[in-house]
């Protein structure tokens, strides 16, 4: 089990669905990303996680969320997704 | 008939550079896209298959297809201020799924999926114009278990004998690659010199040894996207590859290379 443990992208555990799934919607879901930014903690709570994920999410806390299962790529895109509505980074579109 | 063949990076900053990227490594990779776009305008393909593997945006975990063909009249995504949207060509699609299924590959297909970025980054630059409809083919490449290098080369194998036997024009494309870690502790450390022995190793024509590797190796290389490479190498077989670019940046190894058929 050690060799598969250190791959970089694991088989996402079922225990961690609705953290994935609140992940997958705020990277690809434009109105739930509108009502996380809104009230982060309203949003989670319409995917109904638990506690510790929530705070995690909250957090922004990678390593925490992707040892609870969340999809490294999820987490990585939801939070680019969020930063760039916060923070107005700056691009030049090709 | 198959009429080239050719590999493309997918980068998003390469459609959209944020301050992070080096402006001159992304104009240089542009001008291999456009080198591209040039091949394709002269080789005047009637469709192009575009091998691609979806970042979880397709496909969720509702249903994880390892291999798919978009069947319907059209596809569409989005990505940041991007809006994209494609004509299928229809005939070549149904008989993808039609003879991949009676060649034994249990192919998934949609008509109704959002079409991933991978997709529309190397055609933002490189459709020729006037624009030629595409067939999207999905590998499963980020949810594991993904489909194995030598499923995928056995699949590219049949595909391309459907596609030689058609009398469309056909170009067959694969996004994605090289070396990368999204969303891990080796974002910033990729693996390049593995990238080089593999572009080594594809002008020598040997790519198929790459239908050996195993998803651990691809997996610690950063390159599980290799997948839609490999399955593009088992339909151009021993040709060797032309590399336009190879581009490291800090996160990613942007490659773009023709297999010359």
Same mark, same amino acid.
């Given at each position: 089990? *050690?060799?598969?443990?250190?791959?970089?992208?694991?088989?996402?555990?079922?225990?961690?669905? !609705?953290?994935?799934?609140?992940?997958?919607?705020?990277?690809? @879901?434009?109105?739930?990303?509108?009502?996380?930014?809104?009230?982060?903690?309203?949003?989670?709570?319409?995917?109904?996680?638990? @506690?510790?994920?929530?705070?995690?999410?909250?957090?922004?806390?990678? @390593?925490?969320?992707?040892?609870?299962?969340?999809? #490294?790529?999820?987490?990585?895109?939801?939070?680019?997704?969020?930063?760039?509505?916060?923070?107005?980074? $700056?691009?030049?579109?090709? | 008939?198959?009429?080239?063949?050719? *590999?493309?990076?997918?980068?998003?900053?390469?459609?959209?550079?944020?301050?992070?990227?080096?402006?001159?490594?992304?104009?240089?990779?542009? $001008?291999?896209?456009?080198?591209?776009?040039?091949?394709?305008?002269?080789? !005047?393909?009637?469709?192009?298959?575009?091998?691609?593997?979806?970042?979880?945006?397709?496909?969720?975990?509702?249903?994880?297809?390892?291999?798919?063909?978009?069947?319907?009249?059209?596809?569409?995504? $989005?990505?940041?201020?991007?809006?994209?949207?494609?004509?299928?060509?229809?005939?070549?699609?149904?008989?993808?799924?039609?003879?991949?299924?009676?060649?034994?590959?249990?192919?998934?297909?949609?008509?109704?999926?959002?079409?991933?970025?991978?997709?529309?980054?190397?055609?933002?630059?490189?459709?020729?114009?006037?624009?030629?409809?595409?067939? #999207?083919?999905?590998?499963?490449?980020?949810?594991?278990?993904?489909?194995?290098?030598?499923?995928?080369?056995?699949?590219?194998?049949?595909?391309?004998?459907?596609?030689?036997?058609?009398?469309?024009?056909?170009?067959?494309?694969?996004?994605?690659?090289?070396?990368?870690? #999204?969303?891990?502790?080796?974002?910033?450390?990729?693996?390049? @010199?593995?990238?080089?022995?593999?572009?080594?190793?594809?002008?020598?024509?040997?790519?198929?040894?790459? *239908?050996?590797?195993?998803?651990?190796?691809?997996?610690?290389?950063?390159?599980?996207?290799?997948?839609?490479?490999?399955?593009?190498?088992?339909?151009?077989?021993?040709?060797?590859?032309?590399?336009?670019?190879?581009? #490291?940046?800090?996160?990613?190894?942007?490659?773009?290379?023709?297999?010359?058929?």
């Amino acid at each position: 089990m *050690a060799a598969v443990n250190a791959l970089h992208y694991r088989f996402p555990p079922g225990s961690a669905y !609705r953290l994935n799934r609140c992940l997958f919607a705020i990277k690809s @879901d434009d109105a739930f990303r509108a009502r996380f930014l809104a009230d982060a903690r309203a949003a989670i709570d319409e995917m109904e996680l638990d @506690d510790t994920d929530s705070a995690a999410l909250l957090r922004g806390d990678r @390593d925490a969320l992707v040892a609870r299962g969340a999809h #490294p790529y999820l987490v990585f895109m939801a939070d680019l997704r969020l930063r760039m509505e916060r923070e107005a980074m $700056t691009f030049e579109d090709f | 008939m198959l009429v080239g063949a050719f *590999a493309c990076a997918h980068t998003p900053q390469l459609l959209s550079r944020p301050e992070t990227e080096d402006r001159n490594l992304v104009l240089r990779v542009h $001008t291999a896209f456009a080198r591209v776009k040039g091949r394709l305008q002269a080789l !005047r393909p009637d469709a192009i298959a575009m091998v691609a593997g979806d970042h979880i945006e397709a496909f969720f975990l509702n249903a994880v297809p390892a291999l798919a063909v978009y069947a319907g009249t059209e596809c569409a995504g $989005t990505f940041g201020r991007y809006r994209y949207r494609f004509p299928i060509h229809e005939p070549l699609a149904r008989a993808i799924v039609e003879q991949g299924i009676e060649r034994g590959f249990d192919l998934f297909y949609t008509q109704d999926a959002p079409l991933d970025y991978a997709f529309y980054v190397p055609l933002h630059f490189t459709m020729p114009e006037p624009s030629v409809p595409l067939v #999207p083919l999905h590998v499963n490449v980020y949810l594991p278990p993904q489909p194995t290098p030598r499923r995928c080369y056995e699949w590219g194998r049949a595909l391309g004998e459907i596609l030689r036997a058609r009398s469309e024009r056909v170009v067959l494309m694969a996004s994605g690659g090289m070396s990368h870690f #999204p969303g891990t502790d080796r974002y910033a450390s990729p693996e390049f @010199d593995y990238d080089r022995r593999l572009l080594n190793l594809l002008t020598a024509g040997r790519g198929r040894e790459l *239908a050996a590797i195993t998803a651990e190796e691809l997996d610690r290389a950063g390159n599980i996207e290799l997948r839609t490479w490999i399955t593009l190498l088992g339909a151009v077989g021993d040709a060797k590859a032309d590399v336009y670019c190879y581009e #490291p940046s800090w996160h990613h190894g942007n490659a773009v290379v023709e297999w010359p058929l």
